[in-house]
C-alpha cells in the first residue's frame, strides 16, 4: 500500500478518534514501497532505516495519536525467536531437518538481521525449508507468534520491543 493511501486511511481514524485513542501501523520494512525516508543508505542498519522511515511517516502525519511502526523485515522475523513453535501448525509432519536447516540459514542474526533479499526474506527462507507454510502462513503466522509470546519477542527484536513499550505506556498512562 503506499504511503499516501495509508495516510488517509489514518487521518480519518484520527479524526474520529477520542483523546485516548491512538492509531498506530504494523507495516513489513521489506518490500516497502512510496513511504518518506524509504531510501536505502549505504552502511545503515536496518533497524535506523525503519526508525527513519517511522520518523517520516510520523513528520507527514504530525499528531501525538499516531503511532508509526515498521517491522524489520517483516512479520515472519517474530517467529525466528522460536522456531520449534511452528511444530504445532503442522501436525504429523516431521520439521526437525527444516527447522535444523532455517536455524543453519540464520546462525548469528538476530531475528530483525535476518534479510530482506527476495529469496532470503524471513518468509521466503520459511517457505523454502517448509513449503506448506506458503499456504497456511495467515493462519500458522499469528497462531505460532502467540505460542512464542510477546515477552520473548521483547527480548530478541528489539525494535519491535520499543514499539511494544511505548504502547504499554499509553495503557499504563490511561490507569
Not at 508509526?68 to 503442522?90: C, M
Not at 548469528?108 to 517457505?127: M, Q, Y
Request: proline share 7%; hydrophobic share 35%; glycine share 8%.
Amino acid at each position: 500500500m503506499p504511503f499516501e493511501k495509508l495516510r488517509g486511511g489514518c487521518r480519518q481514524e484520527i479524526g474520529r478518534a477520542r483523546p485516548h485513542q491512538f492509531t498506530t501501523t504494523m507495516i513489513d520494512l521489506y518490500a516497502l514501497r512510496d513511504f518518506p525516508g524509504q531510501e536505502e543508505r549505504q552502511g545503515e542498519s536496518p533497524r535506523d532505516r525503519a526508525c527513519r522511515i517511522e520518523a517520516g511517516m510520523a513528520a507527514q502525519l504530525p499528531s501525538s495519536q499516531f503511532i508509526p511502526y515498521i517491522q524489520v523485515h517483516e512479520f515472519e522475523a517474530l517467529l525466528y525467536v522460536d522456531l520449534d513453535e511452528l511444530r504445532p501448525s503442522f501436525p504429523g509432519k516431521d520439521l526437525t531437518d527444516a527447522l535444523r536447516r532455517l536455524r543453519d540459514d540464520t546462525a548469528g542474526l538476530a531475528p530483525e538481521d535476518i534479510d530482506d533479499g527476495h529469496n532470503t526474506a524471513p518468509s521466503k527462507r520459511l517457505i523454502r525449508h517448509i513449503p506448506a507454510y506458503e499456504y497456511v502462513k495467515a493462519i500458522a503466522g499469528p497462531q505460532t507468534a502467540a505460542r512464542i509470546g510477546l515477552a520473548r519477542m521483547r527480548d530478541r527484536c528489539l525494535h519491535f520491543g520499543v514499539w511494544l513499550g511505548r504502547l504499554e505506556g499509553l495503557a499504563a498512562a490511561k490507569t
